[in-house]
């Protein structure tokens, strides 16, 4: 009998400082109404004393309580992210020893603000190869990637987890599904580089996040429209758009292409900035706890990420 997977529990976890643009007015130049004017963003989490396995961990914690499940029932762990707190051993392996997940299998996906997207049509594929529990998680914390003395990208970011338990059904829940990449554009997002033959030269300041912001929005507005207007041309009705939330101008922009109400991209980007992987689920778990989505209430909803590689994916799931 084939089996697809099914989205059965939600969860979020923001670590608890909270920067508001007005507190970055008192060690760089910029101000609120420049952040929030050109992005939408009005505050953002960062993460002091725990690392992005921290952060993941408490998601992958409340997803087991709110499911009722033990640990030892999933089936395997993968976690999106571009701030991992080791090269290796991958976060995903670092949340499944923690958690006493000892029956999972557990690996990273690095796709950036792409991530989740990416690591939940892989997980789509493991349900219906044949098992039954996965945790999906996209987890960052981006805030020790940037150059804080940088107002141009520093600004933008913010750290949080969130995710997922995908499960087996007899009922189809991710219904359709398309990635895409282009690495010639690789430079237009950068962070972590590491220089491998001139060790003794390399600058500090290469390996923080830099990124053309101009080029991503050009990217956004037509590679990433382009592609979501082909993915959706023949569905019926999408109940709505779970965007990554890098900027407010971008998504409202977007809607417009689209031809579809504003009402219908919820957005949380102001509280949290742009959490890369972790900001498409985190807008789920808040709309699903806001009783806007429910799970098992059949909304069809469309997961849209993009971000550095270049990456981009669309995912049509019937919750
Ligand atoms: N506060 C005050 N002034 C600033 C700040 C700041 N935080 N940052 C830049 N400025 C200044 C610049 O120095 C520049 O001043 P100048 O004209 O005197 O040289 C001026 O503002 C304009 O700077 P730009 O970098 O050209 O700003 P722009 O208008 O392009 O806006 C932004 C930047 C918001 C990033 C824009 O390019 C954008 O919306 N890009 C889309 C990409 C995006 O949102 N990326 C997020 C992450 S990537 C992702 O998630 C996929």
């Known amino acids: 009998m084939n089996q697809y997977g099914k989205i059965t529990a939600t969860a979020r976890y923001l670590p608890d400082k909270v920067v508001t643009n007005d507190d970055l007015t008192s060690f760089m130049e910029t101000s609120d109404e420049w952040i929030a004017s050109r992005t939408g963003i009005r505050q953002r989490h960062i993460a002091v004393e725990e690392n992005t396995s921290d952060l993941c961990l408490k998601v992958a914690e409340k997803l087991i309580a709110q499911a009722a499940i033990s640990a030892e029932e999933i089936d395997f762990i993968i976690v999106a992210t571009m701030s991992p707190d080791y090269t290796c051993p991958s976060v995903a392996c670092m949340v499944q020893g923690q958690l006493g997940a000892h029956n999972a299998m557990a690996f990273d996906i690095s796709a950036a603000c792409s991530g989740f997207v990416y690591a939940l049509t892989t997980a789509e594929k493991f349900i219906q190869g044949g098992m039954q529990k996965g945790l999906i998680i996209g987890g960052e914390k981006i805030s020790k990637l940037l150059d804080w003395n940088d107002r141009g990208t520093s600004v933008l970011f913010g750290d949080g987890a969130a995710g997922v338990l995908l499960e087996a059904s007899s009922e189809p829940g991710i219904l359709k599904m398309s990635l895409e990449a282009d690495g010639q554009r690789a430079q237009s997002l950068t962070s972590g580089y590491h220089n491998s033959q001139n060790v003794f030269e390399m600058e500090e300041k290469d390996s923080y996040l830099q990124m053309d912001g101009r080029g991503i929005w050009n990217f956004a507005m037509n590679d990433v429209t382009k592609s979501l207007k082909k993915f959706i041309a023949d569905e019926p009705t999408v109940d709505y758009y779970l965007f990554h939330q890098a900027n407010k101008r971008i998504i409202e922009k977007m809607a417009r292409k689209l031809k579809e109400p504003i009402e219908k991209f919820p957005m949380n980007l102001m509280n949290y900035g742009n959490t890369s992987a972790?900001?498409?689920?985190?807008?789920?778990?808040?709309?699903?706890?806001?009783?806007?989505?429910?799970?098992?209430?059949?909304?069809?909803?469309?997961?849209?990420?993009?971000?550095?590689?270049?990456?981009?994916?669309?995912?049509?799931?019937?919750?």
């Open 278 to 319: 972790a900001s498409i689920p985190i807008l789920l778990d808040e709309l699903v706890e806001q009783q806007v989505l429910q799970l098992g209430g059949n909304q069809t909803v469309c997961l849209t990420g993009y971000g550095g590689g270049l990456t981009w994916g669309n995912l049509l799931v019937q919750l």
